[in-house]
Each structure stands twice: as C-alpha cells, then as structure tokens.
C-alpha cells in the first residue's frame, strides 16, 4: 500500500483522534447512512464521521469504504477502485478551479488480491442539492431562485470552460448553498466525469441531462439558466441552435422504450 494521501487541512483533526492511517478509519465502527451499494460484485459503504478538533469544534466528514467495487477502462483494465477513480477527479477539479467536493483522506491496498479503498470527503452541510431545493421552490422569493439560477449556471459554464464535462449531472449532484450575498455551488459524484472528447455535442449531454430532470423550475427560468452558461444576454442565433439540440437529444432518450 502506497502512503495514504492526507489534506494539509485535515491532519491535524485525524492524527487528534487516531484516524490518520488505512487501518484506523478501516476499522471504525460506523452506522452507514443508507444500504451498502452490491452492482459491481464487491461493496461500497458510506458513513457520516463527526469529529471534534482542537477548538471543540465539529468537523463533518463522510466516510466510504469499499471492497472489490471496481471500474475499468483503458487506465486499469484488469479494474481499480472506483474510488481511486473519484479522488483523481476531485484532485483535478481542484487543480482547474472548478468548485466541488474536498478530499480529506485517500488510500488503497490489495489484501490477498481483495482490492479496499478509502475516501473521505468532507460534507457539505452548509449545501444541498439541487433536487432538495426543488422541493421548496415556490417558496422561494424571486432573489432566492435568480441567485440559485445563476450560481448552477456559473457551476456548469466553469466544468465546461475546462473542456471536461460531468457526465452523469443531475440536480441530485449540484449542490448550492444561498447566503446574504448570492450563491454558491459545487458538484459532486465525480467518478464518470472525462474529457469532452466530442467537443459541444458532450456539453448537449451533460445540459440535457440536467434540463429533462429540472421540471419544477418555469420555462424561463430555464431559459435564464441557459442564457447565463452561455453569458448571453438574449438569444441569438448560436444559442437557438444549441437550445435545439438539446431538445433534439431530450427527445430522443424520450421516445426510446
């Protein structure tokens, strides 16, 4: 096993309590927040850790662990951790200046060719998703929905400037947060995320996923969404054309069985 990576903000806090090593936060005994994932013939579990630092203050983390849930692809076709996966891909969203979920605690190793992993991400719990937000939108103020508007907008417009997209993006994995001055946001679930190898027609999937699962918003509300990923301030020949593919690919999925 290859030395863990630990954020320069979290060592403290893990060394405090014991967990800055594989073995410790392995062992951990942890009630997970939902049932364990099976799909890949292994397990992944996820837990909340509440830790206390020095100051007596809480730290909130989410734990996840696994075992022989893996992923292949050209990198590791014999498979890896999907979570070796996810933590590259946060460490690049990082590196980019894209706003999404942090590190705190990243390790592997292979038992007895059983293949574990560890990640631990710190909660977002001044965030939340976009699909929660839904919920309450009708009781929202206009201000409220225009800065949500506009800080998921900003959120996606940043991935795609990258050339990279989500590539799994639901409302599920946008969180926002509204605060006295605007919004925030990031994004989380960052496993399938890659290059935009197909240029605008990756960038057509990713708004077409998020468009067809965000009905409870007004149609121009969507339409001042798009607008500001494509800081635009009216429409105009390209984005009516962008806004027909989208709809094309909306379509489409639609009519399939």
């Not at 403290?12 to 013939?41: C, M, Q």
Request: aromatic share 10%; charged share 30%; proline share 4%.
């Amino acid at each position: 096993m290859s030395a863990p990576f630990i954020a320069v903000n979290a060592r403290d806090i893990l060394a405090r309590h014991g967990l800055d090593s594989f073995e410790a936060l392995w062992a951990l005994k942890l009630e997970a927040v939902d049932a364990p994932n099976t799909e890949r013939g292994g397990w992944s579990s996820v837990f909340r850790l509440e830790l206390q630092d020095a100051n007596g203050a809480t730290q909130s983390f989410y734990l996840k662990r696994q075992e022989n849930y893996l992923a292949r692809g050209l990198r590791s076709p014999l498979g890896e951790p999907t979570f070796a996966r996810e933590f590259r891909a946060i460490q690049e969203y990082a590196h980019r200046g894209i706003p999404a979920l942090e590190t705190a605690f990243f390790a592997q190793r292979s038992v007895k060719g059983v293949q574990q992993a560890i990640l631990l991400t710190r909660a977002l719990d001044a965030y939340r998703p976009l699909d929660v937000w839904f919920k309450e939108w009708h009781t929202l103020g206009w201000r409220g929905r225009q800065d949500l508007i506009l800080a998921g907008a900003a959120l996606v417009r940043a991935l795609h400037n990258t050339g990279r997209i989500h590539n799994c993006l639901y409302p599920k994995h946008v969180f926002l947060k509204l605060d006295g001055d605007g919004a925030g946001a990031r994004l989380i679930d960052l496993e399938k995320t890659r290059p935009a190898w197909l240029g605008e027609r990756d960038y057509v999937r990713d708004l077409e996923s998020l468009h067809r699962r965000s009905t409870v918003p007004s149609r121009s509300q969507r339409l001042r969404f798009f607008l500001s990923y494509l800081c635009r301030p009216r429409l105009d020949e390209d984005a009516r054309r962008l806004l027909k593919r989208i709809d094309r690919r909306g379509s489409g999925k639609a009519k399939r069985p």
